[in-house]
């Protein structure tokens, strides 16, 4: 399995912006189809954005199309999630994961999870 890191996190105002990343170690980080995901607090985990495992294709959820993106650099085992114009429905966990079966996933079924990076958007 790849070990997955997720930095980043904090406590901004609405309106700011935001870039987590998380490092893959363990295996080859190519061969790895990337999402993000969030918890808020009382609520079940969701999806917020995936990339394939080359990057050519990315995918968003309604909520943060236009204002999130993903991205990732093979190069360095590392995926990104740049977030702008945050909001406080925003506020979450953020958990980064990858699967090693799909060449681009955006369900919740993916092999490997990160521990999670807290972020607090304040109005």
């Known amino acids: 399995q790849v070990q997955l890191v997720e930095s980043g996190g904090g406590l901004v105002q609405a309106g700011a912006s935001l870039r987590l990343s998380c490092a893959a170690s363990?295996?080859?980080?190519?061969?790895?189809?990337m999402g993000w995901f969030r918890q808020a607090p009382g609520k079940e985990r969701d999806f917020v954005a995936a990339?394939?495992?080359?990057?050519?294709?990315?995918g968003y959820a309604d909520s943060v199309k236009g204002r999130f993106t993903i991205s990732r650099d093979n190069a360095k085992n590392t995926v990104y999630l740049q977030m702008n114009s945050l909001k406080p429905e925003d506020t979450a966990v953020y958990y980064c994961?990858?699967?090693?079966?799909?060449?681009?996933?955006?369900?919740?079924?993916?092999?490997?999870w990160g521990q999670g990076t807290q972020v607090t958007v304040s109005s």
């Open positions: 994961a990858a699967d090693s079966r799909r060449t681009y996933y955006t369900g919740p079924d993916f092999g490997s």
């Open positions: 363990g295996r080859t980080f190519s061969n790895y189809a």
């Open positions: 990339i394939s495992r080359g990057g050519s294709i990315t």
